[in-house]
């Protein structure tokens, strides 16, 4: 089975410009997150989505949203991209929206790299 | 709220030898708990988790984890290391009681293996 797959690898950007970034989960799941990792911040969960809803935010300004499609895919935009955006931005996927007894397990895919100057 | 603590930012071993790498957690409800690693330029690789019943959990590639709940903590080891285990190792959290999949994640540990 497929693995989380990202598009693009890699991408540079200007100030001000907005992006998008794609995420195609594992066959199967409907549960995808994004995160953001930077040397500075490490880690950090950015929103997730179920079934084209978004679950659950992070502490992230409105320059930074999402959607997921009918078949599970997710987007990611950055409006006006500042240089602090420069990341890499990792998706997630899982089997269902987890929470309470759920015991799923997040997957990832190789991110995205983010640049921008 | 729910954080994690890697205290070792990087750990140095030699190779054959056992290796360690800490984690704490706090969390207002119970904990999942999580180990990933990440090799250069590349995603993160799930390793193993605990969810519930024995603290001991067995995961990829010979690693284990021991949950200690008194602790807060949920260490990784391996009994040999590998150089090939040279790597960025991430411990995470979610609360139980919480709705949704939010992984908390610990600042990471940099694992190096000499051989």
């Known amino acids: 089975k497929a693995g989380v797959t990202q598009t693009p690898r890699y991408l540079i950007k200007t100030r001000g410009q907005q992006v998008t970034l794609s995420c195609s989960p594992i066959?199967?799941?409907?549960?995808v997150s994004w995160y953001q990792q930077t040397p500075g911040q490490g880690l950090q969960f950015l929103f997730e989505?179920?079934?084209?809803?978004?679950?659950n935010k992070g502490n992230f300004p409105g320059r930074f949203s999402g959607r997921q499609f009918s078949n599970s895919r997710s987007e990611m935009n950055v409006s006006t991209l500042e240089l602090g955006d420069s990341a890499l931005y990792l998706c997630?996927?899982?089997?269902?929206?987890?929470?309470?007894?759920?015991?799923?397990?997040?997957?990832f895919g190789p991110g995205t790299r983010l640049t921008v100057l | 709220a729910q954080s994690v603590a890697q205290p070792e930012d990087q750990v140095n071993v030699a190779e054959g030898n056992p290796l360690t790498v800490k984690c704490t957690y706090s969390?207002?409800?119970?904990?999942?708990l999580f180990w990933y690693v990440q090799y250069p330029n590349r995603g993160l690789q799930f390793l193993l988790k605990?969810?519930?019943?024995?603290?001991l959990v067995k995961g990829s590639y010979g690693f284990e984890a021991e949950f200690n709940k008194s602790q807060t903590s949920f260490h990784l080891k391996k009994p040999s290391a590998l150089v090939s285990d040279s790597a960025l190792y991430f411990c995470?959290?979610?609360?139980?009681?919480?709705?949704?999949?939010?992984?908390?994640f610990g600042g990471g540990t940099r694992v190096l293996v000499k051989p």
């Open positions: 997630a996927s899982s089997l269902g929206l987890a929470g309470g007894t759920s015991t799923d397990t997040q997957y």
């Open positions: 066959s199967g799941h409907r549960s």
């Open positions: 989505y179920f079934s084209e809803t978004q679950r």
């Open positions: 969390v207002s409800g119970n904990p999942y």
């Open positions: 605990y969810i519930t019943g024995d603290n």
């Open positions: 995470a959290v979610r609360d139980r009681e919480a709705a949704g999949n939010k992984l908390t």
